[in-house]
């Protein structure tokens, strides 16, 4: 079993700056697993943010937050974060944490909401 447990979010403004974590545990957690995270808008789909592979490289970040957004990883603690920085009103949405690979992502966070106002 893998449990991923996310911190961080909360509401801010625009312009401002927010950082998620995401730490694993659990004994089948292995460390060349992939960490993602994904977000969730009331209405749309879900959306691809950013991963990062198990040595902390082979980065990827969706389009809408290219420039914006970090995803960073250290393995000694086993945690994801994702520092995001010049927040915009459509950032809003619940965040989750993914582990596993491009293929499937066997394990999920709770999710954490960020709420950005104009």
């Known amino acids: 079993q893998v449990h991923l447990t996310q911190s961080g979010g909360g509401s801010v403004q625009a312009g401002d700056s927010l950082r998620l974590s995401c730490e694993a545990s659990?004994?089948?957690?292995?460390?060349?697993?992939?960490l993602a995270w994904f977000r969730e808008a009331p209405g749309q789909d879900r959306e691809f943010v950013a991963r990062?592979?198990?040595?902390?490289?082979?980065?990827l970040y969706g389009g809408s937050v290219k420039g914006r957004f970090t995803i960073s990883r250290d393995n000694a603690k086993n945690t994801a974060y994702l520092q995001m920085n010049n927040l915009k009103p459509e950032d809003t949405a619940n965040y989750l944490c993914?582990?596993?690979?491009?293929?499937?992502?066997?394990?999920w966070g709770h999710g954490t909401q960020v709420t950005v106002a104009s």
């Open positions: 990062i592979g198990g040595s902390a490289g082979s980065i």
């Open positions: 993914a582990a596993g690979s491009d293929q499937e992502w066997t394990y």
């Open positions: 659990g004994r089948h957690f292995r460390r060349d697993y992939i």
